[in-house]
Antibody, heavy 121, light 108 residues
Framework: QVQLQESGPGLVKPSQTLSLTCTVSGGSINSGDFYWSWIRQPPGKGLEWIGYIFHSGSTYYNPSLKSRITISLDTSKNQFSLNLTSVTAADTALYYC?????????????WGQGTRVTVSS | EIVLTQSPGTLSLSPGERATLSCRASQSGSSTYLAWYQHRPGQAPRLLIYGASNRATGISDRFSGSVSGTDFTLIISRLEPEDFAVYYCQQYGSLPWTFGQGTKVEIK
C-alpha cells in the first residue's frame, strides 16, 4: 500500500524559501494517473489545499498562493517537492502531502503524517 | 472558488449518541464531488466518505454521508470514543479544491 512521508526543515526565516519533500513508498509516483498534492494547516485553523502536480508534470496551484509556489517531481527518487518563496509568519503550519486519484476521484487518500514548519527569525 | 461552510463549529455529545454534521457549498458545481475526513490530533487526516455518500475502505458503517442540493451531511450513528475528532468536508468538483473550516466533535 502506498505511503507518503514529508521531510524538510522545521524552521525557516522570514523572506526565505520553504522547501519540503514528500517521499512515496509502496508504489511508483510515475505509475497510474495520480495527482500529488500539498495541503497545510496553520495553528488553530483548518486545512488549506496548496496545489498539485500530475504524474506527467503538469501543475495547478491555489490562486491564493500561486505567485509563490513551485511543485516539482523527481521520479528517480519517487518524490515530489514544494517550494514556497518569501515566507512570512502566516506560512507557519503543519504541511501534509497527499495523493488523489483520476477521473474525478480527486479526494485525498492516503496522506502523509505531516511536517511542522515554523517561520521565525 | 467554492466555499464550504461547516456547522456547527463544535458538537458536544456523549458516547453512544448520534452526531449530525453539516457542510454547505456556496455553489452547485460540487454536485456529489464531496469527501469527508476525520482528523485526530497528531495523526494524518483519514478519508471517511467520497462521492458524498460512499464509505472509504475499512470505514465503519456507523459513518454515512448524504446530499441534498448544495447541503451535505455526515452522520455518525453511535459515537465511539475514537470518533471524537475534527471532521472536514472537501469539494473536488471545481478547482481550486477547497475544505470546510471543520467541525469538532467533543465529549460532553
Amino acid at each position: 500500500q502506498v505511503q507518503l512521508q514529508e521531510s524538510g526543515p522545521g524552521l525557516v526565516k522570514p523572506s526565505q524559501t520553504l522547501s519540503l519533500t514528500c517521499t512515496v513508498s509502496g508504489g511508483s509516483i510515475n505509475s497510474g494517473d495520480f495527482y500529488w498534492s500539498w495541503i497545510r494547516q496553520p495553528p488553530g485553523k483548518g486545512l488549506e489545499w496548496i496545489g498539485y502536480i500530475f504524474h506527467s508534470g503538469s501543475t495547478y496551484y491555489n490562486p491564493s498562493l500561486k505567485s509563490r509556489i513551485t511543485i516539482s517531481l523527481d521520479t528517480s527518487k519517487n518524490q515530489f517537492s514544494l517550494n514556497l518563496t518569501s515566507v512570512t509568519a502566516a506560512d507557519t503550519a503543519l504541511y501534509y502531502c497527499a495523493r488523489s486519484g483520476y477521473s474525478l476521484a480527486y479526494w485525498f487518500d492516503p496522506w502523509g503524517q505531516g511536517t511542522r514548519v515554523t517561520v521565525s527569525s | 472558488e467554492i466555499v464550504l461552510t461547516q456547522s456547527p463549529g463544535t458538537l458536544s455529545l456523549s458516547p453512544g449518541e448520534r452526531a449530525t454534521l453539516s457542510c454547505r457549498a456556496s455553489q452547485s458545481g460540487s454536485s456529489t464531488y464531496l469527501a469527508w475526513y476525520q482528523h485526530r490530533p497528531g495523526q494524518a487526516p483519514r478519508l471517511l466518505i467520497y462521492g458524498a455518500s460512499n464509505r472509504a475502505t475499512g470505514i465503519s458503517d456507523r459513518f454515512s454521508g448524504s446530499v441534498s442540493g448544495t447541503d451535505f451531511t455526515l452522520i455518525i450513528s453511535r459515537l465511539e470514543p475514537e470518533d471524537f475528532a475534527v471532521y472536514y468536508c472537501q469539494q473536488y468538483g471545481s478547482l481550486p479544491w477547497t475544505f470546510g473550516q471543520g467541525t469538532k466533535v467533543e465529549i460532553k
